[in-house]
């Protein structure tokens, strides 16, 4: 009877998510190298190519001259500027307006000018996070529906998985009967990858629907690390312009001390790497630099500057806390095969086909229930 009501709701789970599953198996084996496909279809839009001079021969213009070349020429103040990973990557500057460009550091160029969403990573990352959707508020409704969705393909492997342990001759099972025909072969390596790959499907599943669900999947891994997510406290000040400027310091220009304070972020976080620099929207706001540590898998260290003078006024380093914000702070890498080395990103597309997988032959066993799935030579291997 038990496994009847695991079938049933093996099935069940399946049929209400199945689309939204190969939706976001398909988007996120894509999404997985769209970043690849988008600069080797247009190179001369995400690489700097100073043709035969290497860049590291050449020097990046200074912080300040940077920032008055690109408001002068866009006619936008700027929100904040991404530095890329490599040295041969654009800088990618936000505008107030929303808009993004592409920029040549060494030289102030603009390379290109877009919205985010309008790139075929922006549009790959939409489909696998909200299926493509807005509604006219702007709100993107599907988000909770890909996140059920996840939720439900976590539920199929855990019963998945209660299914395969409940006949005798488990391991038996594993086995592939090549002379069998195509349905036997399917429901085969269906039982079969699925109880291999369920560990890292439901890790990934898990970590993704991290990003819709917050608060409840931080308890969870509070609660199996037994420690805290720990974040920065530090609220910045609002700076005082009226005793800068009896200093002979112009308010007017908030970004006076940002060469000094870009240098100094190396020294604040040892081995720091800067990702982002927000600038100050007002005269008396901070500089804040988001900033990736050598032992981080990506950037959620912090440090603040006062951006008249270049002085650091406070740090946050993610490296150095507890177990719950490690496991925490590590959950984008891990979901997008970004870690160790490229061999896991291959590992990672296979494993964001299997949900397609799964759920494809999944539906035509069903279509197909009321014939035998297995004959008197295949029972031994199947059972």
């Given at each position: 009877?038990?496994?009847?009501?695991?079938?049933?709701?093996?099935?069940?789970?399946?049929?209400?998510?199945?689309?939204?599953?190969i939706?976001?198996?398909l988007?996120?084996?894509?999404?997985?190298f769209?970043?690849?496909?988008?600069?080797?279809?247009?190179?001369?839009?995400?690489?700097?190519?100073?043709?035969?001079?290497?860049?590291?021969?050449?020097?990046?213009?200074?912080?300040?001259?940077?920032?008055?070349?690109?408001?002068?020429?866009?006619?936008?103040?700027?929100?904040?500027?991404?530095?890329?990973?490599?040295?041969?990557?654009?800088?990618?500057?936000?505008?107030?307006?929303?808009?993004?460009?592409?920029?040549?550091?060494?030289?102030?160029?603009?390379?290109?000018t877009?919205?985010?969403?309008?790139?075929?990573?922006?549009?790959?990352?939409?489909?696998?996070?909200?299926?493509l959707?807005?509604n006219?508020?702007?709100?993107?409704?599907?988000?909770?529906?890909?996140?059920?969705?996840?939720?439900?393909?976590?539920?199929?492997?855990?019963?998945?998985?209660?299914?395969?342990?409940?006949?005798?001759?488990?391991?038996?099972?594993?086995?592939?009967?090549?002379?069998?025909?195509?349905?036997?072969?399917?429901y085969?390596?269906?039982?079969?990858?699925?109880?291999?790959c369920?560990?890292?499907?439901?890790?990934?599943?898990?970590?993704?629907?991290?990003?819709?669900?917050?608060?409840?999947?931080?308890?969870?891994?509070?609660?199996?690390?037994?420690?805290?997510?720990?974040?920065?406290?530090?609220?910045?000040?609002?700076?005082?312009?009226?005793?800068?400027?009896?200093?002979?310091?112009?308010?007017?220009?908030?970004?006076?001390?940002?060469?000094?304070?870009?240098?100094?972020?190396?020294?604040?976080?040892?081995?720091?790497?800067?990702?982002?620099?927000?600038?100050?929207?007002?005269?008396?706001?901070?500089?804040?630099?988001?900033?990736?540590?050598?032992?981080?898998?990506?950037?959620?260290?912090w440090?603040?500057?006062?951006?008249?003078?270049?002085?650091?006024?406070?740090s946050?380093?993610?490296?150095?806390?507890?177990?719950?914000?490690?496991?925490?702070?590590?959950?984008?890498?891990?979901?997008?095969?970004?870690?160790?080395?490229?061999?896991?990103?291959?590992?990672?597309?296979?494993?964001?086909?299997?949900?397609?997988?799964?759920?494809?032959?999944?539906?035509?066993?069903?279509?197909?229930?009321?014939?035998?799935?297995?004959?008197?030579?295949?029972?031994?291997?199947?059972?």
């Amino acid at each position: 009877m038990l496994k009847f009501w695991l079938k049933r709701c093996h099935l069940i789970l399946a049929l209400i998510s199945g689309i939204f599953l190969i939706n976001i198996s398909l988007s996120g084996a894509l999404l997985l190298f769209a970043k690849d496909i988008q600069t080797m279809i247009n190179p001369q839009y995400w690489l700097i190519n100073h043709g035969s001079e290497s860049t590291a021969t050449v020097e990046v213009l200074p912080l300040s001259a940077l920032i008055t070349e690109i408001e002068n020429k866009t006619g936008e103040k700027i929100n904040f500027i991404e530095l890329p990973e490599h040295s041969s990557g654009v800088w990618q500057v936000k505008l107030m307006n929303e808009k993004i460009v592409n920029i040549d550091p060494y030289t102030a160029e603009i390379l290109l000018t877009h919205r985010f969403y309008d790139t075929f990573y922006g549009f790959v990352m939409a489909w696998h996070r909200w299926l493509l959707y807005r509604n006219s508020q702007g709100e993107m409704p599907m988000q909770q529906v890909i996140a059920t969705s996840s939720l439900f393909f976590m539920l199929q492997l855990i019963i998945g998985f209660l299914l395969w342990m409940k006949p005798k001759h488990r391991l038996k099972r594993f086995k592939i009967n090549h002379r069998a025909n195509i349905k036997i072969k399917l429901y085969q390596l269906h039982g079969s990858i699925g109880i291999i790959c369920a560990v890292p499907l439901l890790l990934i599943a898990f970590s993704g629907i991290t990003f819709y669900w917050s608060e409840q999947t931080k308890n969870i891994v509070q609660w199996l690390t037994g420690s805290k997510v720990q974040q920065h406290n530090f609220q910045p000040p609002q700076l005082d312009i009226q005793k800068k400027s009896k200093n002979n310091f112009d308010p007017s220009v908030n970004v006076k001390g940002i060469d000094k304070a870009y240098s100094t972020v190396p020294l604040s976080l040892p081995n720091g790497k800067v990702f982002r620099i927000y600038l100050p929207k007002k005269s008396n706001d901070v500089l804040v630099f988001r900033v990736k540590t050598l032992s981080e898998s990506h950037a959620y260290s912090w440090v603040w500057a006062d951006p008249h003078t270049g002085e650091v006024l406070d740090s946050f380093n993610a490296s150095n806390q507890s177990l719950a914000t490690q496991v925490w702070n590590f959950r984008y890498k891990f979901h997008i095969g970004e870690f160790v080395a490229l061999p896991i990103k291959f590992i990672w597309l296979f494993l964001s086909i299997l949900p397609a997988f799964f759920v494809s032959s999944g539906i035509y066993f069903w279509l197909k229930r009321k014939k035998p799935l297995i004959n008197d030579k295949n029972i031994n291997i199947v059972n």
